[in-house]
């Protein structure tokens, strides 16, 4: 069974920063791509950042040169760093990861709140 546990999620002032964290854990070969993944009320779940097992790094539009994503390997963990947050930033954030047991799969995390105030 494999399992992600989000944590780092709360509530900013607009400006703030906070930072999430991920970490897998359970039984498998090896964890492949991992991303984060928000959802705000009534929209669709939106791919935020993403990164490769060697680091190669995405993100959307709306968050590039604010957030930064990156990984430990040894920890099977993956991080995503948030600065300059802005009110439409809030909505619950989502890890998730290519978990490879061998066959490969995607797990998803149980989501963590991030709220903004302006």
């Known amino acids: 069974q494999v399992q992600l546990v989000e944590s780092g999620g709360g509530l900013v002032q607009a400006g703030g920063s906070l930072r999430l964290s991920c970490a897998v854990s359970?039984?498998?070969?090896?964890?492949?791509?991992m991303g984060w993944y928000r959802q705000a009320p009534e929209k669709q779940r939106d791919l935020v950042a993403g990164?490769?097992?060697?680091?190669?790094?995405n993100y959307a539009d709306s968050v590039k040169g604010r957030f930064t994503i990156s990984r430990d390997n040894a920890k099977n963990t993956v991080y995503l760093q948030m600065n300059s947050l802005k009110p439409e930033d809030t909505a619950v954030y989502y890890c998730?990861?290519?978990?490879?047991?061998?066959?490969?799969?995607?797990?998803w995390g149980q989501g963590t709140q991030v709220t903004v105030s302006s």
């Open positions: 990164i490769t097992r060697d680091g190669s790094t």
């Open positions: 998730n990861a290519q978990v490879q047991r061998p066959g490969s799969r995607d797990y």
């Open positions: 359970g039984s498998f070969f090896r964890v492949n791509s």
